[in-house]
C-alpha cells in the first residue's frame, strides 16, 4: 500500500493536515534538538521528512531511517540527495530492525506506530536500541479530545480524505485505512502505559491542535 502512495503521500500530507503536519514537526524537533543526540534513529521514516528535519536541525548528528516500503525509501533517497544530505536510509520492519543494541541516542517515529502489526513489539525494539539514557520522540494522529469536534472529524476523515485520496493518489483505500488505523491505534494513556511496559520510563503525552494529533516522549533508564 505504502508503494503504491509514495509518489503522491508528501502532497497528501500537507493537504491532509492543512499544512499542520510542519508545526507538529517543529514540536517534534524541539525535543529532539533538547538531547543534543549524536546517532539518531528516524523509524517509519517513509519518504524521509522527519529525517531529513533532524539531519538539518541537527548537522553533527548521525541519522539513520528505516522503513519497511522500498517505494517511500526511493522517495526519500531522491529527496536526501537533492538536498546533499548524507543519511542511511535502510530498508528493514520496525520490529526487527537489525540495529545494535544500546546504539542511539534518540528514536523518532512520525505517524507509524498505528501501523506496527505489533505496538508492544516495536517499543521492546526501540528500547532495544536506545542507549541507557535515550530518549524516544513519537508523533501519532489521534481523535480529537473536544466532543464538538468529533462529527467534522468523523466526516473529514472518513468521507472528504478517501475522497482526495481517490482523486490525488489515485487510491481510496489507503486513504480510507488511515481512520480506520487512527481508531483502532492506543492513545494517550494507553499509548503511554505500553511505552513503560516495553522498558521505557517516564512516559509523557501532550495533546497537539485539539487533540488530532499526540506528542509522546519516553526515556530508556540509565544503568
Do not use: H
Request: proline letters at 5%.
Amino acid at each position: 500500500m505504502f508503494d503504491a502512495i509514495a509518489p503522491a503521500y508528501d502532497f497528501m500530507n500537507r493537504a491532509m493536515t492543512f499544512g499542520l503536519d510542519r508545526l507538529w514537526l517543529r514540536r517534534l524537533l524541539a525535543e529532539a534538538s533538547a538531547c543534543e543526540p549524536g546517532d539518531i534513529a528516524d523509524l517509519a521514516t517513509g519518504t524521509g521528512d522527519v529525517a531529513l528535519a533532524l539531519s538539518r536541525r541537527i548537522p553533527a548528528a548521525k541519522v539513520t531511517g528505516i522503513d519497511l516500503s522500498e517505494g517511500m525509501l526511493d522517495k526519500a533517497r531522491e529527496k536526501a540527495a537533492a538536498q546533499g544530505a548524507e543519511i542511511d536510509f535502510r530498508q528493514a520492519d520496525c520490529l526487527d530492525t537489525g540495529l545494535p543494541d544500546n546504539s542511539f541516542d534518540l528514536v523518532t517515529i512520525a505517524y507509524g506506530v498505528r501501523n506496527f502489526a505489533d505496538i508492544a513489539a516495536g517499543y521492546r525494539e526501540m528500547a532495544r536500541i536506545l542507549r541507557p539514557g535515550g530518549k524516544l520522540a513519537v508523533l501519532e494522529l489521534s481523535t480529537p479530545t473536544a466532543a464538538w469536534t468529533k462529527p467534522f472529524y468523523k466526516l473529514y476523515t472518513r468521507s472528504l480524505i478517501p475522497l482526495a485520496g481517490s482523486l490525488i493518489a489515485g487510491d481510496r483505500s489507503a486513504y480510507a485505512y488511515l481512520p480506520e488505523s487512527i481508531a483502532a491505534a492506543p492513545q494517550r494513556q494507553r499509548m503511554t502505559a505500553l511505552m513503560e511496559n516495553a522498558g521505557l520510563e517516564n512516559a509523557s503525552f501532550r495533546t497537539l491542535t485539539l487533540g488530532v494529533c499526540t506528542l509522546y516522549i519516553a526515556f530508556k533508564p540509565r544503568l
